[in-house]
C-alpha cells in the first residue's frame, strides 16, 4: 500500500485506486452532479468507449501505474472470513442498541439528529386491506359495512393528497433520513415493509428491526460466514451465505428451520410460490419445491451467479453472472432458452420489470423534440402493448419451440432490467435479446438495483445512489451519503433505503409535508 505521507496529489496514480481519496470516504454531491450531466452530453459511442476504458482497467486487473486492484466486495470479503472461519461467531449486541439517528436538514437550518426510542404510534392504514367490503357515507367518508360499527376512515380525497405530497416530494428531492447501525460489518443485502427492515451482513448475522423505533427486535444467528442474500414473507425468511448454505427461518421466533447445502457460496436467493432459487460461486443455481421437497440444479454459467429471479406464472427463470451475461431457462426441460451479451463486466442484477411497462425510445424523443420546435402536437410514441396478440405471437416465434409449440403457456416479462461492474444499467427486450437503452451515470460498478414502473433506484461502488426515470432513462437525483460502497438497494412506493460496507442501512422516506422534508438528493 502506497504511504499518504507527503502523497502527491497530482501523482500518477488512478484515482480509484488512490488510498488518500478512496478509502472510506464519502461521494461529493455536487461533483457526481456535474460528472452526470457531463456524462448525459456524450454520443452512445463515446460513453461506450469510457465503460469499456473503465472495465478494463479496475476488473479483474491491476493498475499499471500503483499496482492495486479492485476486488469484487464478496471475493474481498470471502477471504476475510476464510481466516476467522474457526473462531467463534461475534457474540449478539446487548438489547439496549444505540438508538436510530433521524436526520433532518433545509437550506435554512442546520443538520439535526433526534432519537427514534420512542413509543410506537398507530398506523392509521393498518388494517385496511382485509376489510372486505367498505361504502362511502354521505359526508364523504369511507364506512366499513361488515363492522356495523359505523367508523369512519380516511376520506378519498385526503389519500389523494397525501399521494400527491408524495409524488411531488420524491419529485423535488425532498425527504427525511433514518440511518440504521448495529452490523459490526458491511451491510449486505435488505428488504423492508410498512413497519419492518430485515438486513444481512458480513457479520453473519441477519437482524431484523422495527423501523418506527429503530430497534433491533430479532437477531437470526446460525450461518458461519457472511450473509449475502436475504428474502422475506409473512411466514419466513429465506438467507444465502457464504458458507455455502441456504437457511430458512421462522423470523419472529429465531429459529432456523431448514438447511440447504451448495458447493460453495450462496450469493443470491429469491422465492416465489412453492419454489425456492439460489446462486452460487458454484456456478450453479439450484431450484427447490417447497411443495413437492425435490430439487434440481441449472449449469451452464461460467463463473459465480450473482442474482436469480423466479417467474413461477411463465415457469422461467433470469439469472446474471460474473461471467458477463444474463441468462433465460426453461424450469421445465431445465435448459437455457436464451443468452443475453451486451455488458462487458460483471453482471450483478437482473429485475423483470411489470407488464405495464413503457418507454420512450430515441427515435420518438427525436420525433417528440423536432415536433417541439415547430410548434406541432405529436403523441410520443412508445412500445405498443404487451398483450396484443400480434406481439404474443412475435415472441412466442422469437423465444424459440419452449413457447411457440406451447400457445397456452404464458409469455415471460417482456422487458428486463440489468446492473453491472462496467458502471451501467441495462434495458433489455427479452423476446428480441437486444438492449434498446443503457443508463449512464455512475463512476464505479453497480451492486444494487430495484425497479417499480415509477422509478428504477442503483446503488454503486462510487458510494452513490441514483434514481432513475424509467421512461426516459433520465437519471433525477442522485443521493450521497455513506463512507462507502452502496451493495444492496431497496424500493416502495414512498420510500427507498441503501444498505453500504460501512455497515449502515440509510432510509429516505418522501411522505410528509414539505417544511417536514429535507432536500437532500441533488438534482442531475
Known amino acids: ?17 488512490r488510498p488518500d481519496s478512496k478509502c472510506r470516504r464519502a461521494a461529493d454531491e455536487s461533483k457526481m452532479a456535474l460528472i ?14 469510457i465503460t469499456n476504458r473503465l472495465c478494463e482497467q479496475h476488473i479483474g486487473r491491476k493498475c499499471e501505474k500503483c499496482n492495486w486492484g479492485l476486488p469484487k466486495l464478496e471475493k474481498k470479503r470471502l477471504r476475510e472470513w476464510k481466516i476467522h472461519q474457526q473462531r467463534t461467531l461475534p457474540p449478539a449486541l446487548p438489547p439496549t442498541l444505540p438508538p436510530t439517528q433521524v436526520t433532518i436538514i433545509d437550506d435554512h437550518h442546520p443538520p439535526v439528529s433526534t432519537s427514534t426510542k420512542r413509543a410506537a404510534e398507530p ?15 354521505a359526508n364523504g367518508n369511507v364506512e366499513n359495512k361488515d363492522s356495523g360499527l359505523g367508523k369512519q376512515f380516511r376520506p ?44 444481512g451482513s458480513y457479520d453473519a448475522t441477519i437482524k431484523i428491526w422495527n423501523i418506527e423505533r429503530g430497534e433491533v427486535v430479532q437477531t437470526l444467528q446460525g450461518h458461519t460466514m457472511g450473509i449475502r442474500a436475504l428474502q422475506f414473507d409473512d411466514r419466513m425468511l429465506v438467507s444465502g451465505s457464504l458458507d455455502g448454505t441456504v437457511k430458512i427461518w421462522n423470523w419472529r421466533t429465531g429459529a432456523c428451520i431448514n438447511t440447504l447445502n451448495h458447493q460453495g457460496g450462496v450469493i443470491t436467493v429469491h422465492m416465489e410460490g412453492d419454489f425456492l432459487a439460489s446462486g452460487s460461486m458454484d456456478r450453479s443455481i439450484k431450484i427447490f419445491n417447497f411443495k413437492t421437497q425435490q430439487s434440481f440444479s441449472l449449469r ?20 446474471a453472472s460474473d461471467d458477463c451475461t444474463v441468462k433465460m431457462w426453461d424450469l421445465d426441460s431445465r435448459t437455457c432458452i436464451r443468452t443475453y451479451e451486451g455488458h462487458v463486466g460483471q453482471v450483478q442484477q437482473v429485475l423483470a420489470l411489470p407488464d405495464d411497462f413503457e418507454f420512450e425510445d430515441e427515435t420518438s424523443r427525436e420525433v417528440d423534440a423536432s415536433s417541439t420546435a415547430s410548434n406541432r402536437s405529436v403523441t410520443p410514441v412508445t412500445s405498443p402493448s ?32 440489468t446492473g453491472s461492474l462496467d458502471a451501467t444499467l441495462r434495458l433489455w427486450d427479452t423476446a428480441t ?26 446503488g454503486a461502488n462510487d458510494a452513490t445512489v441514483k434514481v432513475w426515470e424509467p421512461r426516459t432513462g433520465k437519471c433525477e437525483r442522485t443521493f450521497t451519503g455513506h463512507s462507502g460502497p452502496v451493495t444492496c438497494v431497496g424500493l416502495s412506493d414512498s420510500r427507498f433505503a441503501s444498505g453500504g460496507e460501512d455497515g449502515e442501512v440509510r432510509l429516505y422516506s418522501f411522505e410528509g409535508e414539505p417544511s417536514e422534508c429535507l432536500e437532500r438528493g441533488t438534482p442531475s
Not at 443503457?438 to 438495483?449: A, D
Open 1 to 17: 500500500m502506497v504511504s499518504l505521507k507527503n502523497k502527491d496529489p497530482n501523482s500518477k496514480y488512478c484515482y480509484r485506486h
Open 433 to 458: 435479446g437486444k438492449s434498446p437503452r443503457c443508463f449512464w451515470g455512475h463512476v464505479e460498478g453497480v451492486w444494487g438495483l430495484a425497479v417499480d414502473t415509477l422509478r428504477y433506484v442503483s
Open 36 to 49: 452526470q450531466r457531463d456524462l448525459e452530453t456524450l454520443s452512445a459511442g463515446d460513453r461506450q468507449a
Open 300 to 319: 451452464g454459467h461460467t463463473d459465480w451467479v450473482n442474482q436469480v429471479r423466479l417467474d413461477v406464472t411463465s415457469r422461467t427463470l433470469l439469472s
Open 123 to 137: 398506523n392509521e392504514d393498518e388494517g385496511q386491506a382485509k376489510r372486505q367490503c367498505i361504502k362511502e357515507g
Open 156 to 199: 378519498w380525497k385526503d389519500v389523494y393528497r397525501d399521494r400527491f405530497k408524495v409524488g411531488s416530494n420524491w419529485q423535488k428531492g425532498r425527504c427525511t433520513i433514518k440511518t440504521f447501525s448495529g452490523h459490526a460489518n458491511g451491510v449486505t443485502c435488505l428488504q423492508f415493509d410498512d413497519n419492518m427492515l430485515a438486513t
Open 386 to 417: 404487451p398483450h396484443s396478440s400480434s406481439r404474443q405471437a412475435e415472441e412466442r416465434v422469437a423465444y424459440g419451440p419452449v413457447f411457440s409449440n406451447d400457445p397456452e403457456r404464458p409469455l415471460p416479462p417482456r422487458y428486463m432490467l
